[in-house]
């Protein structure tokens, strides 16, 4: 029991981090949006292996579901505005987030911790690089009839 406390709040840390990266990017689901993903995530993960073991029920079922109930929240951050998608990040960073608990959940503490640090790369690092705006650039020019 003392191990799955510390699961849930390792988990709580590792989704807070991601939060806290998106509050500072300053988007709608932040720092507690991505720990309550880790943290429930986490917990239906202990849940399946310590609620159910030995019973007739597969355990695994309800990892599966919490992946598509990621995905369903996910599915309604989504938004298409004029040819521009907004929200696809986020969802993908809960979803991520998610997996994250999951892992925690099932002592996987490296994985959950690599998981976190590259999506923390990824989510600042690429942000600064500005890959779409070079691209639509790239287009822009294109279209226009100017050479690259």
């Known amino acids: 029991m003392t191990e799955a406390l510390i699961q849930v709040v390792i988990a709580a840390l590792l989704g807070a981090l991601i939060g806290l990266q ?15 993903v880790a943290i429930g995530s986490c917990l239906f993960t202990i849940i399946s292996r310590m609620g159910f073991s030995g019973s007739l029920v597969d355990p695994s079922r309800v990892a599966a ?7 369903f929240l996910g599915a309604g951050l989504i938004f298409v505005r004029q ?21 925690v959940a099932a002592g996987l503490y490296p994985i959950a ?15 600064k690089l500005h890959v779409e705006e070079w691209l639509d650039r790239n287009e822009r020019q ?7």
């Open 113 to 127: 911790i690599v998981t976190t640090v590259i999506t923390l790369l990824f989510l600042t690092v690429g942000r």
């Open 142 to 148: 294109r279209e226009n009839g100017k050479p690259r």
């Open 22 to 36: 998106r509050e500072v990017a300053r988007k709608a689901a932040g720092m507690r949006t991505y720990a309550f």
């Open 65 to 71: 579901q919490v992946v598509v109930g990621i995905g």
């Open 83 to 103: 040819e521009h998608v907004e929200g696809l990040t986020t969802a993908a960073g809960l979803w991520v987030t998610a997996a994250i608990g999951m892992a």
